[in-house]
Nanobody, 116 residues
Framework: QVQLVESGGGLVRPGGSLRLSCVASGSIFSINAMAWHRQAPGKEREWVATVSWSGGYTSYADSVKGRFTISRDNAKNTVYLQMSSLKPEDTAVYYC?????????WGQGTQVTVSS
């Protein structure tokens, strides 16, 4: 089993920055990749970014490309999402996701609100 715990959400003004963290515990060896998704009120959950657990592969949704950076620290079993130039439309609950061998896991989510 893998458990995911997110942190770092909060209220930020438009144009500001925020860094989300996701700490993985448990059967870390089964993780293939980690990702962030988000769900805004009244909308479906959408993929934001992915990073491979073993190497430097990253991928981003067009809506965040150039503004968000996903990274991982294997020594700390942690994945980060650095968010810059935030816009009101980035307001959502952000979920950490782990792609495992034969399974997947979701974190509990952390709220990000971008408002003046």
């Amino acid at each position: 089993q893998v458990q995911l715990v997110e942190s770092g959400g909060g209220l930020v003004r438009p144009g500001g920055s925020l860094r989300l963290s996701c700490v993985a515990s448990g059967s870390i060896f089964s993780i293939n990749a980690m990702a962030w998704h988000r769900q805004a009120p009244g909308k479906e959950r959408e993929w934001v970014a992915t990073v491979s657990w073993s190497g430097g592969y990253t991928s981003y949704a067009d809506s965040v490309k150039g503004r968000f950076t996903i990274s991982r620290d294997n020594a700390k079993n942690t994945v980060y999402l650095q968010m810059s130039s935030l816009k009101p439309e980035d307001t959502a609950v952000y979920y950490c996701y782990a792609a495992l061998t034969g399974a997947s896991r979701w974190g509990q989510g952390t709220q990000v609100t971008v408002s003046s």
